[in-house]
């Protein structure tokens, strides 16, 4: 049904994690979906667009079917991001789901499983599959459309056949107009 | 696959259409997923996210696969949004995909099709599946997350082994961060 | 305490007024800081960014002061833009503050108005003073920070002991951070 | 031409300055108006509005007229919020306008100028005349076209004679519609 042309997404390697029981493994999750956002916490556009699209992701799916992982990518300004002032930002933020702090010791400054995956910089937006294969991953932001696209065909390659997302939830009704009563 | 309480689409009245070679229908368009945006030129909503979605749904999903059609439901100030005027006004906001006038004489001032699947207002987004049923029908604004999930969720159902969408598309870096170069 | 340099704003030519109980003229604002904002019905940006900045002004600064005006100047697909399909835009789209139809019979399919100003299309800004002077003719979009400056400006210069606008108001309170009960 | 009854804004206690030459006092500053944006950098506001607008009012107003003055006010998490991820934060943001680090030390964890001036907490903006009054302190979001026109009657109070703001600068003209080519 899938094409055996793409690689296993590698491992990656953490120090401590935020969020989470327990620190939580590539391999741990093998069966469901992973959307991995690498992150730096003084990065704008990770602040502006990765992270609000990390937590509409992790609000909209259901868990056994997609894990939404943060990952702390840093390589640069290292004094200034440290796990204790990530801490504080994931509070205030109000950020969820689970947050992984790469581990230093790459070439340049880089940590270890920002350097693995080549990644240019953050934001980075990486999707694993249920078999562990890396099937995308892209530097800067990714059109909600198009990602919540992407994440659905990921799931469906094991069961199509479930129902629509969140078939339960209500839609946002600024300046809607109705018979009658005009637009709002 | 799939169960069978879907119950069918109804089909669509219309007057006139713009953007199309020759009057769409859903008939027609059998095999296709349908991403039908029921809309108003003069209702806010419809004009500040309504339009712009269903522009990204058309660019971003292979035509074959995604039907993006646009349908003018005009239920009150009639003199005001006529065909001549909905012609420029899909001119001036550069609106490519199909678009239908719904016809004229349901009750209450409604148009036809509107009636036909009791919508309650515009915008009204509406997915029918390649069975021609009616899968999704919603009233407001659908987060772009989730609808690009739904419609994958539906094109799945027929073969869930394809690419991941415009794989080939780049991302927004505005205010990415790389090593060495820092944020822009 | 200001140079006689500033040429009169031409007065206007109008057929029809909306929001307002007589035809307005510029001669009868003599006085009063006129914001007038030249728009088209069927333009996204004056949709988008024009029209709100009108109606905040409106909300904002005293109207024995400043008068907020707007003026369809219609040069193009004058079988859409009539002054029906007007009407029902400004009330779809809840603008309160007097709009004035442009007179047709300009060159090349331009309203009188519009072709006395020299304006390049819309939406267009201008700034009268008190004494019926052109201060500021902007094309495009002007920044709320410089407007509100600006408008402030023309003001003071009859009389810059007046308060600040709108003390009582409140402030948006969305994402602040309060001692004791961290950020919202 | 101003009544008395407004109180001295009391000076500043700080530890710190980045982006500037020397520390700075409000003393200092007499004769200029002073934009005083109180703000932490894990602030969610703070970075989505507060530190834009300051951004914007420093590139717009005169220098000699207008001090727009950063203060970071950490009153939580002050493991994370130290001065050297401050500077870090500072760079990544692109922040040019001077910024102090409020001095620790006030009642229940707030730093000493925040205490004096009673803020609620961040963001908080205050503008104080060329006199050295407080004449505004607003918690929240202040929208940029009142703060335009509040900072601009304190620099009238001065001197009302002066030009409109930055006439030369360009205006966006996203979505504009000129004769003949249509909308943009």
């Known amino acids: 049904m899938t094409t055996p042309s793409y690689r296993p997404a590698p491992e990656w390697e953490t120090d401590r994690w935020f969020n989470a029981p327990a620190p939580l493994t590539l391999a741990g999750l093998r069966g469901r979906v992973v959307l ?12 502006q667009t990765l992270l609000p699209q990390l937590q509409q992701a ?6 056994k079917q997609v894990a939404v992982v943060g990952l702390h990518t840093v390589f640069e ?6 796990p ?26 880089m940590p270890l499983t920002m350097a693995r995956y080549a990644m240019q910089g953050t934001p ?3 999707l694993v599959d249920g078999l562990g294969r890396l099937r995308m991953q892209r530097f800067g932001h990714e059109p909600d459309l198009r990602l919540g696209a992407s994440i ?3 799931v469906d390659e094991a069961d199509a056949a479930g129902p629509l997302p969140d078939a339960a939830a209500g839609a946002d009704r600024t300046g809607v107009c109705t018979p009658g009563q005009g637009c709002d």
């Open 124 to 126: 980075t937006l990486i």
């Open 84 to 109: 204790v002032a990530l801490e504080a930002f994931l509070h205030e933020y109000r950020i969820g789901f689970p947050v992984g702090v790469d581990r230093p010791g790459g070439p340049g400054g």
């Open 36 to 47: 991995l956002g690498a992150f730096q916490m003084l990065c704008p556009g990770c602040v």
């Open 58 to 63: 992790h609000a909209l799916f259901d868990p």
């Open 77 to 82: 300004h290292h004094a200034a991001m440290t």
């Open 152 to 154: 659905m065909k990921l």
